[in-house]
């Protein structure tokens, strides 16, 4: 379907709230819904995660005590999500949603209105010191932290009873998000600062190259959505910026096409690292990859780029798994 660029995702959310009023019909015919469905509250807790980060996060947290479903699939953009009915009926019967906030879920809201959700919504986000208006806090293993404090929080409210397995099961992951951290600290350190920079395709690991010291030279697509399609000005002007600059390569992203970024890495006279070497940004990667999950996929990226800039990758610490 092709939007015009200045109305797009108005007509865009009109369609996904048209679908889900759709979506929502049909699941109350099959499932039997209420209007506002009450969770069980004994049993496992059932989670709904809408970004495969968060699913991760509260797998970690909930441990056996949870079950937990992701809205967005593995290498799947949150900018071009749809829920499905079984999405619809999974909101419907969980007793926690945790989202990202920050304007990342656009279709939230008409998620829980068709689903008829009643349990206890957690925005993972509170907290996290922001940077301009960038949603893709997660990049951070140091943003991780507060957002798997916030979901330890928000489930021990959604069901008190299995608050003490929570919070050990929090701080146990939390510990590994500060192995990973200064894990990752010491791999940039061996990157003199001038060869860290960073061209990838969209503007999705601002909080990362905050931390690590990384510059961000540019993008190849024009804003924060990955759907969003570049000029020829918009490609000359990113091409250009890696031929005046001390640049190396050009990163592409396991949600987006790589053709692009083989073709402005080619005309820059760079490297590009696609396929199996692509960064994971939006989205984990399925399962048996190396981003299938958030560790993973962090060791993933920092061992890409590290590698691709010349510096060492140190070994993982004793006790850090992915």
Not at 9 to 23: D, E, K, P
Not at 50 to 65: I, Y
Not at 232 to 257: G, L, P, W
Not at 290 to 297: E, N, R, W
């Amino acid at each position: 379907m092709v939007l015009n660029k200045k109305y797009g995702r108005t007509v865009r959310t009109s369609l996904r709230r048209a679908s889900l009023a759709i979506l929502a019909g049909l699941t109350v015919a099959l499932a039997g819904c209420a209007v506002t469905n009450t969770p069980a509250q004994t049993g496992p807790i059932r989670i709904v995660a809408t970004t495969t980060q968060l699913a991760d996060f509260s797998r970690a947290v909930a441990g056996e005590e949870g079950i937990v479903t992701a809205l967005i699939r593995p290498n799947q953009s949150a900018h071009s999500f749809d829920p499905s009915a079984r999405d619809l009926v999974a909101a419907g019967e969980a007793n926690a949603l945790v989202s990202n906030g920050l304007g990342l879920e656009e279709w939230l809201d008409s998620v829980e209105d068709a689903s008829g959700f009643g349990g206890t919504l957690i925005v993972a986000s509170a907290g996290v010191s922001l940077s301009d208006d960038d949603p893709h806090v997660w990049t951070s293993p140091r943003n991780a932290r507060i957002m798997v404090a916030n979901i330890v929080a928000g489930l021990q409210s959604a069901r008190p009873d299995l608050r003490e397995a929570f919070a050990a099961n929090g701080a146990a992951y939390e510990a590994q998000l500060g192995l990973l951290d200064e894990w990752a600290t010491e791999a940039f350190a061996s990157v003199p600062a001038a060869k860290r920079i960073l061209v990838t395709n969209h503007d999705a690991l601002a909080y990362f190259v905050n931390d690590y010291g990384i510059t961000f030279l540019g993008s190849i697509l024009p804003s924060l959505d990955d759907n969003a399609e570049p000029s020829a000005a918009d490609v000359d002007k990113i091409v250009s910026k890696i031929r005046a600059s001390s640049a190396s390569a050009v990163f592409s992203e396991n949600t987006v096409s790589a053709k692009l970024a083989t073709t402005i890495a080619r005309e820059a006279g760079v490297a590009v690292y696609s396929g199996e070497q692509a960064l994971y940004a939006d989205s984990l990667g399925g399962p048996g990859s190396a981003g299938a999950t958030y560790i993973g996929a962090t060791i993933h990226n920092v061992t890409v780029l590290v590698t691709a800039w010349g510096g060492t990758v140190p070994p993982l610490p004793e006790g850090l798994t992915s």
